[in-house]
């Protein structure tokens, strides 16, 4: 009979599983991104309202931490923005690899947001992620406009987990999930207004999808958003920092995984792109490793969910 902690772990793979094949879902619906980000936002929060109203949890929050969760949610919005117009400029190998990057920023980050002392080996591993960085970028010229997308992308994952981190503590995590998805959907749909005044905003078209983009959508909003936050919150329970930490950055490997498995020879890069992949992937691993030991010997509570 597998014990509670395996159960968790392999729920927890499952789990970050979907969050790889995010991108692949992006890929394959033909929608632009803003049209995407939309559906996906205002579907997700839907769902986890309704989780909410199922387990009786309390909605009301105060003022001050509304104005957190406000930022927060443009800040995913935005994120998810960059994210998925990077893999319709690029693919989803380079859009993975350079994400990848957001738990480093975090890192180099935390210092301003937890005023904490700068260590040092993070800027030594700074440098290093510099390099695989320039090595792609050297190698990946035709995607150029992807890569700083996919940066982009990882820096804003980066200030919405520090923003996460100082609150997840404060309200029940699907509660705070809600209202950042409701403010990003807010945002989204102001924006999306506003270019209605420039004819490419809400038109019949906006709402006229083709069957598989809504079976899609469906999936990346219910399955990879609602379910998956839901569901991490609860097995992060029985799971060590560690585990935690070595389990999220198999995301862009099984994205990349899957990527290759569902488009071939579309997703094929050249070796340059692998090795500065595996250089930016092996120093954020190693980051994670040696602060989450940092971590475990101060007992620090576990990272915020992501």
Not at 7 to 22: A, D, E, M, P
Not at 90 to 117: C, D, H, Q, W
Not at 237 to 260: D, Q
Request: aromatic share 16%; hydrophobic share 60%; net charge positive.
């Amino acid at each position: 009979m597998p014990t509670p902690h395996l159960k968790s772990y392999l729920h927890f793979q499952f789990i970050v599983f979907l969050w790889g094949f995010t991108a692949v879902l992006g890929a394959l619906i033909t929608i632009e991104a803003l049209p995407l980000v939309w559906y996906r936002m205002l579907l997700a929060s839907f769902f986890v309202l309704l989780w909410i109203l199922w387990k009786k949890k309390k909605l009301k929050v105060t003022r001050k931490m509304l104005g957190v969760l406000f930022v927060a949610g443009v800040v995913i919005a935005m994120h998810w923005l960059a994210f998925f117009e990077a893999v319709k400029v690029s693919n989803v190998s380079i859009t993975l690899a350079l994400l990848s990057t957001g738990a480093f920023f975090t890192s180099l980050m935390e210092p301003i947001f937890y005023k904490r002392k700068i260590i040092v080996y993070e800027l030594l591993f700074g440098l290093i992620v510099v390099g695989g960085l320039f090595l792609i970028f050297k190698v990946e010229t035709e995607y150029l406009k992807g890569m700083i997308l996919a940066l982009s992308a990882a820096f804003l994952s980066a200030v919405f987990t520090l923003i996460n981190g100082k609150i997840v503590h404060k309200e029940a995590p699907s509660v705070i999930t809600f209202y950042e998805l409701f403010f990003g959907v807010l945002m989204v749909t102001l924006y999306v207004f506003y270019l209605s005044f420039q004819g490419r905003g809400f038109s019949a078209d906006f709402f006229n999808l083709p069957t598989m983009d809504w079976i899609y959508i469906l999936i990346l909003a219910l399955v990879c958003t609602a379910y998956a936050v839901v569901a991490a919150i609860s097995v992060q329970k029985h799971l060590s920092p560690f585990t935690i930490m070595l389990s999220i950055n198999m995301e862009p490997i099984y994205g990349i995984v899957l990527a290759l498995i569902v488009f071939g020879n579309e997703e094929r890069m050249s070796a340059g792109f692998y090795v500065g992949a595996a250089v930016i992937l092996s120093v954020v691993i190693l980051n994670g490793l040696l602060k989450t030991k940092f971590k475990i010997k101060r007992r620090v509570p576990k990272p915020p969910l992501k």
